[in-house]
């Protein structure tokens, strides 16, 4: 930042180096160049002046010519300085018209709705322990009666400065609510004994001496304290049962009270959860696990699906069912599918062949405006090709906001990444999905081969004539037996996936695995799936229904 000082100094440097060329220009003119000048234009010789005329005519025109230039200058100087001032005032003003809105304008505490946000990011997500401190004024209402509302003020400007002042325990968060009530936020492995000697700390400060007007005067204060996750989960509950604690001191005749109604088990069980998965996510226990997704044709293993186990350093390894609804719950799972998918693209560099890598991305995350961004990041990051990418869907996600979707979905294709509809059929608009979005892949869910024989039969040749004659790759997933195998092999499956081929297992385990034989992951020719040769005749027809049935009535040719 250039000072005014600095600035003056140039100005003036720069004027006195204009004024040096004027006045050597206007010696150079009347000394050299006048006559050349004039005879040039015609103008005859020009006027004959003895030095002393020369030299005042010379110092009269710069004399002049610095009038000209200073005046201007100092306008301009001083129009520059009022504009920064003004511009400096208004930043002031923004930024206190900022803090006014966040802090209470007596007190210069936190206001309410401003605490309450900053105690809600402390919460969510629950990481530590936090307890929640409500101070209210005994008989406050006494020191406004007899001294009036001025010392009122005073009164709580100065127990406000005296709060700030306490030595506490954790990161302290201090506002005001309202009226003669202040509220403090403590975090960190915090003791109910702790807790009780912050309590008192707080009282003693409150207890000092006030001087209003003529008289000296002592404040009480009553204290209720509540923690989470122990009586609430959340920044409003929290506050509540604070203010609960609260009043039943003031009603048994106490000066601190924790709270007693705690939460049920089953809350503050889901509580630590939270806050622990929280920290497994941060210490890298999540892991990728892979499995094996192979070409019915050949048993080849095309490529592999990455899923989430976490790696529980005391019960080992923790089911996906136990701790995914969770993630989701948190927010976090983004964060967990970024994480992952960075580790599988760097395992993936060990794999021998062209396998490809799919991952299931969830709802919240596929309407996400960053998302394609993000993807594009790790795929540059790691130089993982865009065509070894497969994301997967399931067709439940795609009916709140598919415009969203469906321009998420066409970026990714223009990436060259492949997108495939996960656990088709079970949806409730798989059909209008496939008619709408740019599907490369089909997955048919396990619960069609748990139906009786006819049924499974019928249900799963539709899946694959819809598939082959929209040119879409068909994967049956759950397979644990080789004749279902050999059955869907027969059928037309181009892929399966399931126990019979390999469990989820870890990225060293899946690399013997690769090694252990060719796994080149064949490419899909569209023309083959068109033209179903070992299809029978009546598996085509039902194929050709549906597709004019997606097309609609206007496409369908007689």
Known sequence: MRTKGYLLRQGLVLFAATLVILLLIAVAWEFWLEASAFRLLGWGEPPDLDNVSRWRFILTCTGFAAIAMVVPWMLSLRLIWRLRHRYRQLLAARARSHHLARHDALTDLMNRPHFMTRLHARLSPLLEQTALLVIDLDAFQKVNDAHGSTAGDYALRRIAGRLNQVQTVGDPLLGRLGGDEFVVALTGALSRHDLFDQAQALRRQIRQPLVCGSRRVSLEATIGIAIAPLHATSADQLLAAAYDAMHQAKRCGE???????????????????????????????????????????????????????????????????????????????????????????????????ECFLAVNITASYLEDEAFVMQMATLLKAHAFPADRLEVEITENVLIERLDIVQENLTRLHDMGVRVSLDDFGTGYSGLYHLARLDVDKIKIDRSFFNAEEIRQDSLVRMIIAMGRSLGMGVVAEGIEDERLAEHLAQQGCHFGQGYLFGRPMPAQALREHLMSGSHEAPRLDTGDLTGPDDFSDKARDIGVRIEAEIRGPEDIRV
């Not at 939270?274 to 094996?292: C, H, N, T």
């Not at 964060?335 to 794999?351: F, G, I, S």
Request: proline share 9%.
């Open 255 to 353: 000066n601190i009270r924790v709270q007693e109604n705690c939460l049920p088990d089953a809350q503050q069980a889901d509580a630590h959860r939270a806050q622990r998965l929280r920290q497994a996510l941060d210490a890298g226990e999540i892991v990728p696990f892979y499995q094996p997704v192979v070409a019915l044709s050949n048993r080849k293993t095309a490529g592999v699906e990455m899923l989430a186990r976490w790696q529980h350093p005391e019960r080992g390894l923790v089911p996906p069912d136990e701790f995914i609804p969770l993630i989701e719950t948190l927010g976090l799972m983004p964060e967990m599918t970024r994480h992952l998918l960075a580790r599988a693209m760097h395992d993936a560099r060990q794999w021998p062949g």
